[in-house]
């Protein structure tokens, strides 16, 4: 088995498979104060819901945004799966043709590769997470470029602790853009707001890349459901296409 772990602002998520199926997955929040043994232990705690046992871990590969979790993720592999884990950029390159002057987020990177491995190019990768990035794939697989912005959650909160009165929300389509509640407004600006703003990046995007109506749109991260069932633009929601794309920079590396 493979144990796949990607570590985001928020979570970090595992991913377990066999071969390449995914037979279980699991969230721990990131927290760069938590010791080896406390994400360890936790760790271990879930293979043993999904009746599986950490002895049974072949490899251990992680890509990871959040460097000052490292140190104690890396030594809980080590400690309770017995395996020194495989870093992207660290100890794999994950095989994206970039011209840039600056390296690529990993899990950026492992979401463009693993995206054109399951639906082909060119493409839109967009990831909505703490932050939101859409990234550009050219017809042969090269990385054209991309984009970075707030997250919907990032924002309604900000909203919410930079103002004394106005409340913290769900994250949710509201009935109609004219609300007659606090909550309303902001759902109303915030969700509605964001998802139109989304559009107007990847219509720009498309149209920077230059190939037509001829270019697939694959969306993950936590808020991709939401964006994806009130919007035009993506075509695909993939909620495990980073763990995908660990999986295959793993069994291209073993090759």
Known sequence: MLLAVDVGNT??????FKGKDLIGSFRLMTDTNKTSDEIGLAACQYFRRFNL???EVEDVIIA???PQIMYSLTNAATKYFDK????IDDDVDPGLPYEGDERLGADRAVACVAAMEKYGKPLVVLDFGTATTIDALSHDGRYMGGSISTGMRVSADALSNKTAMLPRVEL???DKVLGLTAAGQIQAGTVVGY?????YLVRLTKKEMGYGDHIKVIATGGLARIVADHSDFIDVV??????????????RDKQ
């Open 53 to 55: 046992h950490p002895e």
């Open 238 to 251: 993939d909620s495990q296409l980073i763990l995908d794309g660990l999986r295959i920079i793993y069994e």
């Open 84 to 87: 020194d884990p495989i870093v």
């Open 64 to 66: 990871s945004v959040v």
């Open 11 to 16: 979570n970090m998520v595992f991913g377990i």
């Open 172 to 174: 949710a389509m509201p």
């Open 195 to 199: 998802i139109g703003s989304m559009d």
